[in-house]
């Protein structure tokens, strides 16, 4: 590693808490001085975690893919043009490449990207990732003093006509919803005594109860989140009836939500029961509430981290014998909502608890749910 390569590097110990040892020394060969200086400043204003990771992501993706297309830095702030061949090289139309091979992305490009273990894909980009590296962009350039010309018409008609032109089917985060009762065989392979059962078992059902948590929610939790409320009815039209116990889980900063708004979504009956066992049987009186364990068993003081999260799930999902290729933990997500649509919950209650911000995007899943049980698709069967 240069002398010049090390003092980057360095300089990116201040994002220690985002980013792999061995990440930091990647970016720090991408990632120009000035770079590193806006990444340290956004730091320092308290940037969320998951933003700061995509916005050095997509930096050093940045930095590569200029030097590669154009044996340039990337320039501040970028002129249109250079703009228009980011996108003309990242959504393409796959057919006209069959016959104009200088079609998309240039080989050359390509291979450098690929070489840097940057590029993975032979077709073009998803136009939401090519989307969400503009934003970076646009946010780096705002950070940096500038404006830049990404509201330009010229760039958002190239835009509309590139992601027309690609027509790729856009995918899901997970093949498969894990609706009530998929969740429930993937418990039945935490039965048991042990922490870890004991861990899994109250994760996977907090983040599905409390309305389908992000699996940066879930690894974030700490335990001065949870307030006990009062127990409330177990039958909502009998208020003098049975009780079920209450947990509130105080948000804080999360994807839709800010670091000081009141956000809050609750937990009754038994996942606060479930929820509880955990954090008595750990002895997890304060910080993180979902936390490592050791192959012999021993609590950690760490948090579990969001990719930990995810393979927590992969493992049970494979130990209740279905593919893991079929389910992430956005499918807990996903199949919250899918849930309260199967079961006629109304779309805005459903909201309240999922937390999601736009109608559109929430009603996705109830549409999902509505045309998979309705008519239109039987007229032959």
């Known amino acids: 590693m240069t002398s010049s390569v090390l003092v980057r590097a360095e300089g990116l110990d201040v994002l220690e808490s985002v980013l792999p ?3 930091r020394e990647f ?4 990632l120009t001085d000035d770079d590193i200086e806006t990444l340290r400043h ?6 969320g975690e998951n933003s700061l990771r995509a916005l050095c992501s997509d930096l050093g993706y940045l930095e590569a893919w200029c030097q590669a297309a154009t044996e340039s830095p990337l320039p501040w702030p970028a002129p249109e043009a250079l703009l228009i061949k980011f996108v003309a090289h990242h959504l393409w139309d796959a057919s006209r490449r069959e016959t104009d091979p200088s079609h998309g992305m ?3 490009v390509a291979a450098t990207l690929k070489s840097q273990g940057l590029l993975r894909a032979d077709g073009p980009h998803a136009p939401n990732t090519v989307r969400r590296r503009l934003s970076s962009w646009s946010t780096l350039t705002k950070w940096r003093g500038m404006s830049g010309k990404f509201n330009a018409p010229g760039l958002q008609s190239a835009i509309k ?5 690609s027509a790729r089917q856009r995918g899901r985060k997970s093949k498969k919803a894990v609706t009530a009762d998929i969740l429930a065989a993937f418990l039945k392979a935490c039965t048991g005594d042990r922490l870890v059962d004991i861990r899994d078992r109250a994760l996977l059902i ?3 109860a409390s309305g389908g948590r992000r699996r940066s929610e879930i690894s974030a939790l700490r335990v001065e989140q949870l307030v006990e409320e009062e127990p409330v009815p177990a039958d909502p039209k009998n208020p003098d009836g049975e009780k079920l116990p209450c947990l509130s889980i105080r ?3 999360t994807k839709t939500t800010q670091a000081d708004s009141d956000a809050f979504v609750l937990l009754v009956g038994r996942p606060v029961l479930v929820l509880k066992d955990w954090l008595e049987r750990a002895g997890v009186t304060e910080g993180a509430v979902f936390r490592g364990i050791d192959r012999w068993g021993n609590l950690e003081k760490r948090a579990l981290t969001p990719q930990a999260v995810n393979l927590i799930l992969k493992r049970r999902v494979a130990e209740a014998g279905f593919d893991p290729a079929a389910f992430s933990a956005h499918g807990l997500r996903s199949g919250y909502l899918t849930e ?7 779309l805005p209650e459903a909201m309240q608890q999922s937390q999601h911000r736009s109608v559109q995007q929430a009603s996705n899943y109830y549409n999902d749910a509505e045309r998979t049980l309705g008519r239109a698709a039987r007229i032959l069967t």
């Not at 970016?27 to 991408?30: H, K, M, V, Y």
Request: no cysteine; proline share 6%.
């Open 340 to 346: 309260t649509a199967r079961r006629g919950i109304p």
């Open 42 to 47: 956004l730091a320092k204003e308290g940037m």
């Open 21 to 23: 040892f061995d990440r």
């Open 161 to 165: 006509l590139a992601v027309r032109a």
């Open 251 to 253: 948000l804080g900063r």
């Open 27 to 30: 970016l720090a060969g991408l």
């Open 106 to 108: 240039p080989a050359g």
């Open 206 to 208: 907090t983040a599905f």
